[in-house]
């Protein structure tokens, strides 16, 4: 879908971060949720070309920039812990081959090997307009914040709950609301008017079938289990690692936008 209305093969969607008001946020609260001026809670979403939301976390304070939302999010949990590779698939950028879904962020998300950002000083015409098409296509995250809030304008004005957590269902309420109406909007091919990722998954340990064992094999059953777990406990942590070092790939994150400078302004 994105490479037909792109040309960006393997993209998920534009990731970004936009913030609501809280206008009666407690006032124990007030230092840790008051960003520019105003209390505010931070939106985390990924969302494509036909405004679709495919990821959305919300209840972040409004003091952190969209760094410090990132390293928080479960996106970047299902990333770690390798629920987000089962979606990946292989597609071909410039005659290389890569296996992990992109996203289009700004400058300010680290080099990671699932990160498209822009030229932020872009020498020649190729870069130039490569980096004129990221920041242009990026702006799909844009225009569903905006088309979020206009549709339901509780989030655009300040939000008078005392709640924490009410404004958190009111958010997530708006958003699949909002995502059933694209849905029919792109069923019936209609214009736009004016997501699984928390655990690592761990093996099941395999019972003996319900056959009788006495107390002395139980035993060793449950010694050689403890000894299985520590162990993989201790392979689980070096999975993670492996995975942790391969998003922050800086080289692989390189090699992605050289690719992509040559086929997007091809």
Known sequence: MHERVHKIP??????????????????????????????SIGLEA?????????HAAFGFPGTLNDISVWERSSLYESMIDGAHGELDFE???????FDKLI??????????????????????KLAYSFAQDQEAHRKDVERGFGVLKLKFLALM?????????????????????????????????????????????????QTPGGQPVDDSEEMDELITEAQEDVLDRDHKHQIVMKRWASLYDRDGAQKLKKAMIVTCTA
């Open 157 to 205: 004005h300040p939000i008078h709950l005392h709640r924490k957590d009410d404004i958190y269902y009111m958010v997530l309420a708006s958003i699949l609301m909002h995502n059933m109406m694209v849905e029919a909007r792109v069923e019936n091919d209609e214009e736009e008017s004016a997501y699984l990722y928390n655990t690592l998954s761990a093996t099941e340990a």
């Open 91 to 97: 597609f071909l950028v410039g005659g290389e081959v």
């Open 103 to 124: 996203y289009l962020v700004d400058g300010i998300y680290p080099p990671l090997t699932r990160f498209l950002s822009s030229e932020s000083d872009p020498h020649t």
């Open 10 to 39: 393997g993209m998920m969607g534009s990731l970004d971060v936009t913030k609501v008001h809280w206008k009666n946020c407690p006032t124990a609260w007030k230092g840790q949720f008051r960003g520019e001026k105003v209390a």
């Open 46 to 54: 990924v969302v494509d070309n036909n405004l679709w939301f495919w």
